[in-house]
Protein backbone atom coordinates (compact mmCIF):
# COMPACT_ATOMS: atom_id res chain seq x y z
CA UNK A 1 0.00 0.00 0.00
CA UNK A 2 1.68 3.53 -0.97
CA UNK A 3 -1.10 5.66 0.70
CA UNK A 4 0.85 6.94 3.51
CA UNK A 5 -1.99 8.66 5.48
CA UNK A 6 -3.23 6.61 8.44
CA UNK A 7 -5.71 4.40 7.83
CA UNK A 8 -8.42 6.07 10.01
CA UNK A 9 -8.02 8.97 7.95
CA UNK A 10 -8.82 7.13 4.68
CA UNK A 11 -12.56 7.75 3.65
CA UNK A 12 -14.71 4.22 4.06
CA UNK A 13 -14.95 3.81 0.48
CA UNK A 14 -11.21 4.19 0.08
CA UNK A 15 -11.03 1.26 3.18
CA UNK A 16 -13.30 -0.89 1.53
CA UNK A 17 -12.15 -1.09 -1.53
CA UNK A 18 -8.74 -1.90 -0.15
CA UNK A 19 -9.96 -4.74 2.27
CA UNK A 20 -11.59 -6.46 -1.19
CA UNK A 21 -8.41 -5.94 -2.85
CA UNK A 22 -6.96 -7.75 0.12
CA UNK A 23 -4.61 -5.19 0.60
CA UNK A 24 -5.50 -4.33 4.18
CA UNK A 25 -7.42 -6.91 6.88
CA UNK A 26 -10.62 -5.82 8.90
CA UNK A 27 -8.29 -6.70 11.64
CA UNK A 28 -5.50 -4.12 10.81
CA UNK A 29 -8.30 -1.14 10.39
CA UNK A 30 -9.38 -1.95 13.61
CA UNK A 31 -6.34 -1.88 15.10
CA UNK A 32 -5.77 1.01 13.83
CA UNK A 33 -8.77 2.76 14.77
CA UNK A 34 -8.13 1.36 18.46
CA UNK A 35 -4.96 3.17 18.44
CA UNK A 36 -5.79 6.71 17.28
CA UNK A 37 -8.69 6.45 19.76
CA UNK A 38 -5.83 5.52 22.91
CA UNK A 39 -3.56 8.33 21.71
CA UNK A 40 -5.92 11.09 20.62
CA UNK A 41 -9.47 10.48 22.59
CA UNK A 42 -8.24 11.55 25.75
CA UNK A 43 -8.12 15.09 24.44
CA UNK A 44 -11.29 14.89 22.50
CA UNK A 45 -13.53 13.28 24.57
CA UNK A 46 -15.09 11.95 21.98
CA UNK A 47 -15.82 8.38 22.59
CA UNK A 48 -17.53 7.41 25.68
CA UNK A 49 -17.83 3.72 25.60
CA UNK A 50 -16.17 0.96 23.87
CA UNK A 51 -15.69 -2.88 23.63
CA UNK A 52 -12.63 -3.79 21.95
CA UNK A 53 -12.19 -7.01 22.67
CA UNK A 54 -15.90 -7.88 21.38
CA UNK A 55 -14.70 -6.14 18.32
CA UNK A 56 -11.53 -7.24 17.25
CA UNK A 57 -13.39 -10.96 17.42
CA UNK A 58 -15.58 -9.71 15.10
CA UNK A 59 -12.63 -7.70 13.17
CA UNK A 60 -11.54 -11.59 12.74
CA UNK A 61 -13.90 -12.90 11.40
CA UNK A 62 -14.73 -10.41 9.22
CA UNK A 63 -10.89 -11.31 7.98
CA UNK A 64 -11.60 -14.88 7.87
CA UNK A 65 -14.37 -14.05 5.43
CA UNK A 66 -12.50 -12.12 3.20
CA UNK A 67 -9.94 -14.79 2.87
CA UNK A 68 -12.31 -17.20 1.92
CA UNK A 69 -14.90 -15.28 -0.18
CA UNK A 70 -14.89 -13.80 -3.76
CA UNK A 71 -14.43 -10.35 -3.38
CA UNK A 72 -18.04 -10.12 -5.25
CA UNK A 73 -19.66 -11.56 -2.73
CA UNK A 74 -18.86 -9.60 0.53
CA UNK A 75 -20.80 -6.93 1.63
CA UNK A 76 -19.61 -2.98 0.11
CA UNK A 77 -18.27 -2.02 3.35
CA UNK A 78 -16.80 -5.16 5.23
CA UNK A 79 -14.86 -4.45 7.78
CA UNK A 80 -14.93 -0.94 7.90
CA UNK A 81 -15.28 0.52 11.73
CA UNK A 82 -17.95 2.81 12.87
CA UNK A 83 -19.05 4.15 16.35
CA UNK A 84 -22.39 4.70 17.07
CA UNK A 85 -24.47 8.06 18.87
CA UNK A 86 -24.98 7.19 22.45
CA UNK A 87 -28.89 8.11 21.63
CA UNK A 88 -29.71 4.87 19.26
CA UNK A 89 -30.13 1.23 20.44
CA UNK A 90 -27.70 -1.51 19.71
CA UNK A 91 -28.76 -5.24 20.60
CA UNK A 92 -26.29 -6.22 23.57
CA UNK A 93 -25.17 -3.21 24.16
CA UNK A 94 -25.68 -0.56 26.79
CA UNK A 95 -27.33 2.93 25.41
CA UNK A 96 -27.22 5.70 28.03
CA UNK A 97 -28.41 8.78 25.87
CA UNK A 98 -25.47 11.04 27.94
CA UNK A 99 -27.34 11.17 31.02
CA UNK A 100 -27.15 9.30 34.60
CA UNK A 101 -30.63 9.38 34.65
CA UNK A 102 -30.66 6.04 31.74
CA UNK A 103 -31.51 2.62 32.95
CA UNK A 104 -28.48 0.23 33.57
CA UNK A 105 -28.08 -3.25 30.86
CA UNK A 106 -27.62 -3.87 27.16
CA UNK A 107 -30.49 -3.05 24.85
CA UNK A 108 -32.64 -5.79 23.78
CA UNK A 109 -33.18 -5.00 19.79
CA UNK A 110 -31.02 -2.75 17.66
CA UNK A 111 -32.55 0.55 15.54
CA UNK A 112 -33.24 -0.50 12.37
CA UNK A 113 -30.44 1.73 11.08
CA UNK A 114 -27.87 -0.58 12.90
CA UNK A 115 -29.15 -3.48 11.36
CA UNK A 116 -28.61 -1.72 7.81
CA UNK A 117 -25.05 -0.69 8.75
CA UNK A 118 -24.33 -4.00 9.94
CA UNK A 119 -25.90 -5.57 6.59
CA UNK A 120 -23.63 -2.97 4.86
CA UNK A 121 -20.59 -4.86 6.36
CA UNK A 122 -19.78 -1.88 9.25
CA UNK A 123 -17.70 -3.13 12.41
CA UNK A 124 -19.53 -1.17 14.69
CA UNK A 125 -17.06 -0.39 17.95
CA UNK A 126 -17.96 2.16 20.46
CA UNK A 127 -19.93 4.81 21.09
CA UNK A 128 -19.80 9.00 20.57
CA UNK A 129 -20.80 11.49 22.83
CA UNK A 130 -23.70 13.46 22.63
CA UNK A 131 -25.95 16.12 24.68
CA UNK A 132 -28.21 14.54 27.61
CA UNK A 133 -31.31 13.67 25.46
CA UNK A 134 -29.86 15.10 22.69
CA UNK A 135 -31.60 18.54 22.34
CA UNK A 136 -28.99 20.82 22.76
CA UNK A 137 -26.41 21.91 20.10
CA UNK A 138 -23.06 20.80 20.99
CA UNK A 139 -21.89 17.26 22.73
CA UNK A 140 -21.69 18.57 26.43
CA UNK A 141 -23.47 16.59 29.14
CA UNK A 142 -22.73 16.49 33.37
CA UNK A 143 -22.06 12.15 32.91
CA UNK A 144 -19.18 12.31 30.17
CA UNK A 145 -18.33 15.83 29.88
CA UNK A 146 -17.45 17.91 27.00
CA UNK A 147 -16.68 16.77 23.66
CA UNK A 148 -13.88 19.34 22.18
CA UNK A 149 -13.05 20.04 18.57
CA UNK A 150 -10.01 18.68 16.56
CA UNK A 151 -9.87 22.07 14.66
CA UNK A 152 -9.17 24.34 18.20
CA UNK A 153 -9.90 21.82 21.16
CA UNK A 154 -11.25 25.31 23.31
CA UNK A 155 -13.91 24.80 20.66
CA UNK A 156 -17.08 22.76 20.49
CA UNK A 157 -17.44 20.12 17.88
CA UNK A 158 -20.81 20.82 17.64
CA UNK A 159 -24.19 19.11 18.57
CA UNK A 160 -25.76 16.47 18.87
CA UNK A 161 -23.39 14.30 16.75
CA UNK A 162 -20.41 15.92 17.98
CA UNK A 163 -18.97 13.12 19.60
CA UNK A 164 -19.44 11.65 16.03
CA UNK A 165 -17.62 13.96 14.22
CA UNK A 166 -14.81 15.05 16.95
CA UNK A 167 -14.23 11.01 16.05
CA UNK A 168 -14.18 11.63 12.52
CA UNK A 169 -12.08 14.86 12.49
CA UNK A 170 -9.98 14.01 14.83
CA UNK A 171 -8.52 10.46 12.75
CA UNK A 172 -10.20 8.08 15.02
CA UNK A 173 -12.42 6.95 12.48
CA UNK A 174 -13.17 7.27 8.60
CA UNK A 175 -17.43 7.24 9.39
CA UNK A 176 -19.30 7.84 12.28
CA UNK A 177 -23.32 7.49 13.01
CA UNK A 178 -25.55 10.24 13.53
CA UNK A 179 -29.04 11.31 13.51
CA UNK A 180 -30.18 15.33 12.94
CA UNK A 181 -33.46 16.35 14.98
CA UNK A 182 -32.61 20.26 14.25
CA UNK A 183 -29.75 20.16 12.58
CA UNK A 184 -27.34 17.94 14.72
CA UNK A 185 -25.62 16.47 11.86
CA UNK A 186 -25.25 19.41 9.86
CA UNK A 187 -24.08 21.31 12.99
CA UNK A 188 -21.33 18.98 13.87
CA UNK A 189 -20.43 18.30 10.03
CA UNK A 190 -19.84 22.63 9.98
CA UNK A 191 -18.04 22.84 12.87
CA UNK A 192 -15.33 19.96 12.11
CA UNK A 193 -15.54 20.44 8.02
CA UNK A 194 -16.97 17.58 7.36
CA UNK A 195 -20.44 16.52 5.22
CA UNK A 196 -23.08 16.61 7.04
CA UNK A 197 -26.50 14.79 5.10
CA UNK A 198 -29.86 15.16 6.89
CA UNK A 199 -32.09 13.29 4.42
CA UNK A 200 -35.81 13.81 4.06
CA UNK A 201 -38.77 12.31 6.02
CA UNK A 202 -39.38 8.94 5.68
CA UNK A 203 -35.77 8.36 3.56
CA UNK A 204 -34.42 5.96 6.26
CA UNK A 205 -36.87 3.67 8.27
CA UNK A 206 -36.99 3.80 11.94
CA UNK A 207 -38.90 1.71 14.45
CA UNK A 208 -41.02 4.58 15.59
CA UNK A 209 -40.64 8.16 14.14
CA UNK A 210 -39.55 10.83 16.45
CA UNK A 211 -40.43 14.65 16.22
CA UNK A 212 -43.34 13.98 13.81
CA UNK A 213 -40.49 12.42 11.39
CA UNK A 214 -38.22 15.46 11.70
CA UNK A 215 -35.52 13.65 13.54
CA UNK A 216 -33.83 11.36 11.34
CA UNK A 217 -30.74 8.81 10.80
CA UNK A 218 -27.24 9.51 8.68
CA UNK A 219 -23.68 9.91 9.06
CA UNK A 220 -20.61 12.28 9.20
CA UNK A 221 -18.31 11.91 6.71
CA UNK A 222 -15.11 13.32 4.89
CA UNK A 223 -16.49 13.42 1.19
CA UNK A 224 -19.95 13.33 -0.34
CA UNK A 225 -19.11 9.55 -1.90
CA UNK A 226 -19.47 8.51 1.17
CA UNK A 227 -22.33 9.77 2.20
CA UNK A 228 -23.80 9.04 -0.70
CA UNK A 229 -22.85 5.44 -0.77
CA UNK A 230 -23.97 5.19 3.30
CA UNK A 231 -27.24 6.58 2.25
CA UNK A 232 -27.76 4.07 -0.87
CA UNK A 233 -27.47 1.11 2.42
CA UNK A 234 -29.73 2.79 4.73
CA UNK A 235 -32.67 4.10 2.77
CA UNK A 236 -35.94 2.37 2.52
CA UNK A 237 -38.88 2.25 1.30
CA UNK A 238 -39.95 -0.11 4.55
CA UNK A 239 -43.53 -1.32 4.44
CA UNK A 240 -43.98 -1.23 8.04
CA UNK A 241 -43.04 2.14 8.66
CA UNK A 242 -45.83 5.35 8.20
CA UNK A 243 -43.71 7.46 6.17
CA UNK A 244 -41.66 6.42 3.34
CA UNK A 245 -40.01 8.91 0.88
CA UNK A 246 -40.09 7.20 -3.04
CA UNK A 247 -37.26 5.06 -4.10
CA UNK A 248 -34.35 6.66 -5.92
CA UNK A 249 -34.49 6.35 -9.50
CA UNK A 250 -30.49 4.87 -9.22
CA UNK A 251 -28.06 4.47 -6.31
CA UNK A 252 -27.17 7.87 -4.61
CA UNK A 253 -23.55 7.05 -5.40
CA UNK A 254 -23.93 7.04 -9.11
CA UNK A 255 -24.68 10.72 -8.86
CA UNK A 256 -21.59 11.87 -7.88
CA UNK A 257 -20.92 13.56 -11.20
CA UNK A 258 -23.82 12.78 -13.22
CA UNK A 259 -24.69 15.87 -15.29
CA UNK A 260 -26.70 18.40 -13.60
CA UNK A 261 -29.04 20.89 -15.85
CA UNK A 262 -28.52 24.80 -14.34
CA UNK A 263 -30.37 25.25 -11.28
CA UNK A 264 -32.15 28.73 -9.74
CA UNK A 265 -30.11 28.58 -6.30
CA UNK A 266 -32.14 30.37 -3.49
CA UNK A 267 -29.45 32.57 -1.86
CA UNK A 268 -30.69 32.96 1.61
CA UNK A 269 -29.76 36.45 2.91
CA UNK A 270 -31.67 37.22 5.97
CA UNK A 271 -30.85 35.62 8.91
CA UNK A 272 -33.74 33.62 10.81
CA UNK A 273 -35.65 34.63 14.66
CA UNK A 274 -33.91 38.28 14.59
CA UNK A 275 -30.32 36.96 14.89
CA UNK A 276 -27.01 38.57 13.70
CA UNK A 277 -24.73 36.41 11.23
CA UNK A 278 -20.95 36.16 11.74
CA UNK A 279 -18.94 37.45 9.15
CA UNK A 280 -16.91 34.02 8.00
CA UNK A 281 -20.73 32.58 8.14
CA UNK A 282 -21.34 35.38 5.48
CA UNK A 283 -18.00 34.89 4.07
CA UNK A 284 -19.00 31.35 3.48
CA UNK A 285 -22.51 31.39 1.60
CA UNK A 286 -20.97 34.24 -0.34
CA UNK A 287 -18.16 32.08 -1.81
CA UNK A 288 -20.69 29.30 -2.18
CA UNK A 289 -22.92 31.16 -4.07
CA UNK A 290 -20.05 32.94 -6.72
CA UNK A 291 -18.65 29.49 -6.70
CA UNK A 292 -22.13 27.94 -7.93
CA UNK A 293 -22.67 30.59 -10.90
CA UNK A 294 -19.00 29.93 -11.88
CA UNK A 295 -20.21 26.32 -12.69
CA UNK A 296 -23.86 27.82 -14.57
CA UNK A 297 -26.24 28.10 -11.43
CA UNK A 298 -27.75 31.25 -11.38
CA UNK A 299 -27.93 32.70 -7.87
CA UNK A 300 -30.89 34.88 -6.54
CA UNK A 301 -31.44 36.53 -3.10
CA UNK A 302 -34.56 34.93 -1.66
CA UNK A 303 -36.06 35.39 1.92
CA UNK A 304 -36.72 33.35 4.30
CA UNK A 305 -38.33 32.81 7.95
CA UNK A 306 -38.79 31.08 10.56
CA UNK A 307 -42.17 32.71 12.23
CA UNK A 308 -42.52 32.80 16.32
CA UNK A 309 -45.67 30.34 16.73
CA UNK A 310 -43.49 28.24 14.57
CA UNK A 311 -40.53 28.20 16.20
CA UNK A 312 -42.87 27.37 19.40
CA UNK A 313 -44.80 24.69 17.49
CA UNK A 314 -41.48 23.21 16.96
CA UNK A 315 -40.26 23.43 20.37
CA UNK A 316 -43.83 21.32 21.46
CA UNK A 317 -42.70 19.02 19.02
CA UNK A 318 -39.14 18.34 19.99
CA UNK A 319 -40.06 18.49 23.78
CA UNK A 320 -42.54 15.53 23.11
CA UNK A 321 -39.90 13.82 21.72
CA UNK A 322 -39.07 12.78 25.43
CA UNK A 323 -41.85 10.59 25.76
CA UNK A 324 -38.65 8.53 23.75
CA UNK A 325 -37.43 7.46 26.73
CA UNK A 326 -38.67 4.96 28.90
CA UNK A 327 -37.58 4.47 32.21
CA UNK A 328 -35.17 6.84 33.11
CA UNK A 329 -34.43 8.83 36.60
CA UNK A 330 -36.19 12.07 36.03
CA UNK A 331 -34.89 13.35 39.12
CA UNK A 332 -31.14 12.51 37.63
CA UNK A 333 -31.41 14.58 34.51
CA UNK A 334 -29.69 17.92 34.19
CA UNK A 335 -31.97 20.97 34.42
CA UNK A 336 -32.63 21.61 31.01
CA UNK A 337 -33.89 18.63 30.03
CA UNK A 338 -36.40 18.29 32.88
CA UNK A 339 -37.57 21.76 32.04
CA UNK A 340 -37.97 20.63 28.97
CA UNK A 341 -39.95 18.11 30.27
CA UNK A 342 -41.98 20.21 32.58
CA UNK A 343 -42.76 22.02 29.11
CA UNK A 344 -43.94 19.22 27.16
CA UNK A 345 -46.33 17.76 30.34
CA UNK A 346 -47.43 21.25 30.43
CA UNK A 347 -48.94 21.06 26.67
CA UNK A 348 -52.52 18.75 26.61
CA UNK A 349 -53.31 16.63 23.42
CA UNK A 350 -55.42 19.51 21.59
CA UNK A 351 -52.73 22.06 21.73
CA UNK A 352 -49.99 19.52 20.33
CA UNK A 353 -51.75 18.70 17.90
CA UNK A 354 -52.71 22.38 16.79
CA UNK A 355 -48.87 22.77 17.03
CA UNK A 356 -47.98 19.98 14.31
CA UNK A 357 -51.20 21.29 11.79
CA UNK A 358 -49.25 24.70 12.47
CA UNK A 359 -45.69 23.30 11.54
CA UNK A 360 -47.62 21.14 7.98
CA UNK A 361 -49.36 25.05 7.44
CA UNK A 362 -45.47 26.41 7.15
CA UNK A 363 -44.34 23.33 5.50
CA UNK A 364 -47.34 23.75 2.17
CA UNK A 365 -46.00 27.47 2.10
CA UNK A 366 -42.52 26.80 1.94
CA UNK A 367 -42.55 23.59 0.00
CA UNK A 368 -44.64 25.37 -2.49
CA UNK A 369 -41.75 27.79 -3.65
CA UNK A 370 -39.37 25.08 -4.54
CA UNK A 371 -39.65 24.87 -8.75
CA UNK A 372 -41.44 28.15 -8.69
CA UNK A 373 -38.88 30.79 -6.77
CA UNK A 374 -35.84 28.59 -6.88
CA UNK A 375 -34.97 24.91 -7.50
CA UNK A 376 -32.33 24.91 -4.65
CA UNK A 377 -31.99 27.24 -1.49
CA UNK A 378 -28.29 28.28 -0.27
CA UNK A 379 -27.81 29.15 3.32
CA UNK A 380 -25.14 29.25 6.01
CA UNK A 381 -25.25 26.32 8.46
CA UNK A 382 -25.09 28.18 11.75
CA UNK A 383 -24.77 32.22 12.38
CA UNK A 384 -21.87 31.73 14.40
CA UNK A 385 -18.85 30.27 14.27
CA UNK A 386 -18.38 27.14 16.92
CA UNK A 387 -18.90 28.27 20.43
CA UNK A 388 -16.41 27.92 23.38
CA UNK A 389 -16.51 24.53 24.50
CA UNK A 390 -18.71 23.94 27.90
CA UNK A 391 -20.48 27.50 26.98
CA UNK A 392 -23.01 25.62 25.08
CA UNK A 393 -24.56 23.35 28.30
CA UNK A 394 -23.65 26.18 30.42
CA UNK A 395 -26.33 28.40 28.47
CA UNK A 396 -28.94 25.32 28.35
CA UNK A 397 -29.01 25.07 32.04
CA UNK A 398 -28.96 29.06 32.72
CA UNK A 399 -31.73 29.23 29.90
CA UNK A 400 -33.67 25.96 31.29
CA UNK A 401 -37.35 26.42 30.28
CA UNK A 402 -36.20 28.23 26.77
CA UNK A 403 -34.25 27.86 24.25
CA UNK A 404 -30.80 29.07 24.82
CA UNK A 405 -29.47 32.17 22.74
CA UNK A 406 -26.27 29.76 21.44
CA UNK A 407 -28.55 26.84 20.11
CA UNK A 408 -30.50 29.34 18.43
CA UNK A 409 -27.42 30.88 16.88
CA UNK A 410 -26.43 27.41 16.02
CA UNK A 411 -29.64 25.72 14.71
CA UNK A 412 -31.54 28.79 13.04
CA UNK A 413 -31.29 27.18 9.36
CA UNK A 414 -30.85 23.84 10.04
CA UNK A 415 -33.92 23.32 12.31
CA UNK A 416 -36.44 24.83 9.78
CA UNK A 417 -36.06 21.50 7.23
CA UNK A 418 -36.46 19.33 10.08
CA UNK A 419 -39.85 20.80 10.32
CA UNK A 420 -40.83 20.46 6.52
CA UNK A 421 -38.87 17.58 6.34
CA UNK A 422 -36.81 18.40 3.37
CA UNK A 423 -33.00 16.89 2.42
CA UNK A 424 -30.44 18.96 3.41
CA UNK A 425 -26.53 19.07 3.28
CA UNK A 426 -23.63 21.07 4.80
CA UNK A 427 -20.12 20.92 3.11
CA UNK A 428 -17.33 22.34 4.25
CA UNK A 429 -16.43 24.79 1.66
CA UNK A 430 -15.04 27.73 3.66
CA UNK A 431 -12.23 28.17 6.52
CA UNK A 432 -12.66 31.35 8.38
CA UNK A 433 -9.83 33.71 9.30
CA UNK A 434 -9.81 31.40 12.97
CA UNK A 435 -8.29 28.53 11.42
CA UNK A 436 -11.89 27.18 11.91
CA UNK A 437 -13.91 25.02 8.85
CA UNK A 438 -17.15 27.00 8.09
CA UNK A 439 -20.55 24.80 6.36
CA UNK A 440 -22.80 26.01 4.06
CA UNK A 441 -26.33 24.30 3.09
CA UNK A 442 -27.57 23.52 0.32
CA UNK A 443 -31.92 22.26 0.67
CA UNK A 444 -33.55 20.85 -1.80
CA UNK A 445 -36.84 19.92 -2.35
CA UNK A 446 -39.30 17.03 -1.63
CA UNK A 447 -36.99 13.52 -1.55
CA UNK A 448 -34.33 15.57 -4.14
CA UNK A 449 -31.65 13.75 -2.22
CA UNK A 450 -30.18 12.97 -5.88
CA UNK A 451 -29.61 16.38 -6.29
CA UNK A 452 -28.37 17.31 -3.66
CA UNK A 453 -25.67 14.88 -4.05
CA UNK A 454 -24.85 15.57 -8.36
CA UNK A 455 -24.66 19.53 -6.98
CA UNK A 456 -22.66 18.66 -3.62
CA UNK A 457 -20.08 17.02 -5.76
CA UNK A 458 -19.99 19.45 -8.50
CA UNK A 459 -18.93 21.47 -5.72
CA UNK A 460 -16.49 19.13 -4.45
CA UNK A 461 -14.73 18.76 -8.07
CA UNK A 462 -14.00 22.38 -8.36
CA UNK A 463 -13.75 24.02 -4.65
CA UNK A 464 -12.00 20.59 -2.71
CA UNK A 465 -12.04 20.52 0.91
CA UNK A 466 -10.05 16.87 1.89
CA UNK A 467 -6.65 18.88 1.65
CA UNK A 468 -7.56 20.73 4.87
CA UNK A 469 -7.50 19.07 7.93
CA UNK A 470 -6.68 19.51 12.04
CA UNK A 471 -3.31 20.58 13.19
CA UNK A 472 -4.18 18.22 15.86
CA UNK A 473 -4.17 15.17 13.67
CA UNK A 474 -0.83 15.96 12.49
Not at 336 to 354: F, G, P, T
Not at 394 to 401: D, R, V
Not at 408 to 416: D, R, S
Request: charged content about 20%; proline content about 9%.
Amino acid sequence: MSDRRPLPEWTALELAAAVHRREVSPSEILEACLAAADERDGALGALVWRDDEVARAEAREMTERVAREPAEQLPPFLGVPMPVKDLTEVAGWPVTYGSWAAPRGPSGESELVVDALRRAGFLLTGRTNTPELGPITAAENVRYGITRNPWDLRRTPGGSSGGAAAAVAGGIFPVAHGNDGGGSIRIPASCCGLVGLKVSRGRVPARVTSWEGGSVEGVVTRDVADTAAVLDWISGPDRACWYNAPAPERPFLSELGAPQAPLRVGLVETVPLGLTLDPACWDAVDGAARTLEAIGHPVVPVPLELPDEALTAFLDVVNSGLADYEDLDWDRTEPHVRANRAAAQAVDSLAYVRSVHRLQRYTRELVARFGDDFDVLLTPTMTIEPPEAGAVLAAAHEAAGGPALPVLQMAAYTGIFNVTGLPAISLPLHQAPSGLPIGVQLVGGPWEEALLVRLASSLESVAPWRERCPAFTR
